[in-house]
């Protein structure tokens, strides 16, 4: 069986779609991790930061797709990823593939959790995959409309702090067909693999002038670039209701971005994929419109 955590996350909500189409063309049978179960829908109740029940959710795993529970403080995050280490290596999982940040982004505050991690799962008694997920592509603009002082749709204007820095960015449906394929041939064979670390970087990289023409498209009027200092995007994000550990990551983004520490010189994720990557543009222009251009 392989299980996918997370389950109503866009992410595993992705990879699960893959696995449901290779379960229901005779593949290996697969369960939805979630820590609130819809009654009657078969999903397992996975809540990384309840540990004592997660032993009994991996009963049965042989391949654990571990999708990574961001969205807290790095201990917050550290006890709940330790948590699932010990319960797949109590409950006899056979193979974890865990969804990590990419490489570029060695020097952001949120790679601590994610090497930690790593660590700890290296430690442990089951073959382990290590994805690290490129940035996705809407991140960036999303961030940056978070910060904005004021909205480009009133003035023209995409002000992010990026300096003439550039990011390499991927598509989420990218990262869900390698994961499933890397689950799939996991389950069907086991030590495939085993131990390996795949950076799945994006192989395209933003400038804060690929927004902007992003934000040209979404709101139908002309839209420039402009690079805005770091210290009043804190008190923006801030203001818009980011919590201070949020404000950190964000802020450490910016900072690696602006300081172009966010590219990446390779990728394994053409080789990993059946298909060239998918082009980040249309999700930056859905991703802008879907937070109101502002
Ligand atoms: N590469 C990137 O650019 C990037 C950007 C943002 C986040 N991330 C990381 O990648 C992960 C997946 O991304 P995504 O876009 O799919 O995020 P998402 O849509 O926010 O989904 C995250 C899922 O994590 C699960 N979760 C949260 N707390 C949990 C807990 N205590 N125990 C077990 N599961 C928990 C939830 O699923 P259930 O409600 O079903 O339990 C939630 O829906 C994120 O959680 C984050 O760690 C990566």
Redesign the pocket.
């Known amino acids: 069986m392989i299980l996918v ?9 992705l990879v699960l779609d893959r696995l449901r189409a290779a379960e229901a063309a005779g593949g290996p049978e697969v369960a939805a ?4 179960p819809a009654p009657g829908s078969g999903q397992r109740r ?4 309840d540990p004592a029940s997660l032993a009994e959710s991996f009963a049965g795993v042989d391949v654990l797709v571990f ?6 403080e790095d201990d917050v995050v550290m006890d ?1 990823h330790g948590a699932v280490v010990d319960a797949a290596a109590a409950a006899g999982v056979r193979h974890v593939i865990y ?1 990590s ?2 490489g570029s982004g060695e020097r952001i505050t949120l790679s601590v959790a994610h090497r930690w991690t790593e660590e700890r799962l290296a430690e442990g008694p089951f073959a382990t995959t290590v994805l690290r ?4 592509a809407e ?1 960036p603009a999303v961030l940056a409309l978070a910060a904005a002082a004021a909205p480009p749709a009133d003035t023209g204007v995409f002000g992010a702090p990026f300096g003439d820095g550039r990011v390499s960015v ?1 598509a ?1 449906e990218d ?1 869900a067909d390698v994961t499933a394929k890397v689950a799939l041939e996991a389950h069907a064979e086991p030590g495939r693999h085993a131990d390996r670390t795949y950076e799945l970087e994006g192989v395209e990289s933003l400038h804060g002038d690929d927004i902007a023409a992003a934000l040209t498209d979404a709101l139908g009027r002309p839209v420039r670039y402009e690079p805005t200092p770091l210290g009043p995007a804190r008190e923006v994000l801030a203001a818009n209701g980011q919590l201070p550990y949020q404000i950190g990551h964000t802020v450490s983004i910016f900072a690696n971005h602006r300081a172009g520490r966010l590219t990446a010189d390779r990728s394994d994720l053409p080789e990993l994929l059946d298909n060239p990557p998918r082009p980040v543009r249309p999700l930056v222009v859905a991703a802008v419109e879907g937070a109101g251009a502002r």
Not at 5 to 13: F, I, K, Q, Y
Not at 67 to 72: D, I, L, N, T
């Open positions: 955590t997370g389950a109503s996350g866009a992410l595993a909500g991790g979630t820590r609130a996975v809540d990384f930061d999708v990574s529970a961001g969205y807290a709940r969804t940040l990419a997920n490129g940035l996705y991140i991927v989420r990262l």
